[in-house]
């Protein structure tokens, strides 16, 4: 950001140049009340904010979770994406259970449903279903990435800068996937704009980020850290534009939120 300011260039015309400038986007259900996240759903998509959705199971017992996405995708219709993140809740055993019936509700894909170091069990579990497996908690570093890919632990991978170290690090790590043969995915932390703007400005230059990206944290906070926040329009959203980031930082705001200690 600071680079690209002083050189009156978009950061990522220093990350390699832009190839996309929107993206689609995904909103997390995680209330577990079924009925408040259909009405939340609805929402979003009659406001043309967002039409992908990830649901947060592998807490509660996995007939209970099956029951809650069955409510979610009859509420909210087939012309949707439905993610289901299992955050590592499932054994090999509970996957071979209750993957035929995410498979049956037409979820389009299932994040780590597995604990991170289980590899070859995730590729066994990727070899037994029809939908696809993304790695999440277990690739942090490049080398993490080989070892997914070579184990055939998933195919799709979720992108996160704060997890790898870095735009550049992620820009490597997304290299490693895509030339496995893993679709990318961009993951988020519910960052501000300000850190929303800085996975959009890398994911604008990767090749391919087939899957889209999270980044609603703006749309979840009391007040952002930036002077503006960051444009979700039509399903999509936008990369900003300008120097560096194409984001402001308030100052203000941000001494308001700091922590005294």
């Keep these: 950001d600071a680079a690209g300011k002083t050189l009156d260039l978009p950061a990522t015309a220093l990350l390699g140049g ?4 929107s993206f689609p ?16 759903a609805r929402e979003k998509i009659a406001a043309g904010e967002f039409n992908r959705f990830k649901i947060k199971i592998g807490f509660d017992e996995p007939a209970r979770d099956i029951a ?5 995708r009859s509420g909210i219709g087939d012309g949707t994406m439905l993610i289901a993140d299992v955050n590592q809740g499932w054994s090999e055993a509970t996957c071979i259970r209750w993957m035929p019936a995410l498979e049956e509700l037409g979820v389009d894909l299932v994040e780590q449903p597995l604990p991170a170091g289980k590899l070859e ?3 066994r ?19 993490e990435a080989l070892r997914g890919v070579s184990a055939g632990a998933g195919s799709v991978l979720s992108l ?25 995915y961009g993951g988020c932390l519910l960052e501000s704009s300000i850190g929303a703007a800085a996975h959009l400005a890398c994911f604008a230059t990767l090749p391919a980020l087939e899957w889209g990206t999270e980044h609603f944290g703006p749309k979840i906070l009391i007040d952002d850290l930036a002077t503006r926040s960051l444009v979700y329009r039509d399903y999509r959203v936008h990369l900003p534009e300008g120097p560096g980031l194409g984001v402001e930082p308030d100052p203000e705001r941000i001494r308001a939120f700091s922590r005294k200690g």
Aim: net charge negative; proline share 4%; charged share 25%.
């Design 18 to 21: 832009e190839v996309r400038a």
């Design 125 to 143: 579990v990727a070899q037994r279903t029809r939908v696809p497996l993304m790695l999440d908690e277990a690739v942090f570093t490049p080398e």
């Design 160 to 184: 996160k800068l704060v997890k790898s170290g870095g735009l550049f690090a992620v820009k490597r790590i997304a290299a490693i996937a895509s030339a496995g043969g893993l679709e990318l």
């Design 25 to 40: 986007v995904i909103w997390a259900l995680a209330s577990g009340d079924p009925a408040q996240e259909v009405e939340e």
């Design 121 to 123: 069990t995730m590729a």
């Design 68 to 72: 809650r996405l069955q409510a979610v």
